[in-house]
């Protein structure tokens, strides 16, 4: 059986930094079945708010990219040097409002 119930970011551990999600991020699973015999079914979450979306074949998968996701967002937006546009500093603002290391 397919486990759907909401999965809940409080904490995301990578290589270099872990990530401290305050209040936590509650994602809700959803599960596109495959319309070809003996495929996988296509699971998604997406976080509105930090405006990203991910997929993969199964939870487990699901948990992995969600993570790796917050990795990416965080390093890329709020510790990039580099120069934003009005919409990435507004992306930064609210991580740095949710994240902190």
């Known amino acids: 059986m ?3 119930s ?3 970011v409080t904490d995301v551990i990578g ?3 872990t990530l401290h999600i305050d209040p936590p991020l509650f994602l ?4 596109i079945p495959s319309i070809v015999p003996n495929e996988h079914d296509l ?3 997406d976080y ?3 405006n990203f979306c991910v997929y993969t074949y199964s939870r487990d998968e699901l948990l ?3 993570d790796e996701q917050l990795l990416y967002l965080y390093s ?3 510790l990039s040097k580099s120069p934003l546009s009005q919409d990435a500093q507004e992306l930064r603002d609210k991580l740095m409002e949710r994240i902190t290391v």
């Open 28 to 31: 809700q699973p959803s599960i």
């Open 48 to 50: 509105e708010d930090f």
């Open 43 to 45: 699971w998604i979450a």
């Open 2 to 4: 397919n486990d759907l």
């Open 76 to 78: 890329a937006y709020v």
């Open 64 to 66: 992995q990219a969600i």
């Open 15 to 17: 290589e270099d930094l």
């Open 6 to 8: 909401p999965i809940v």
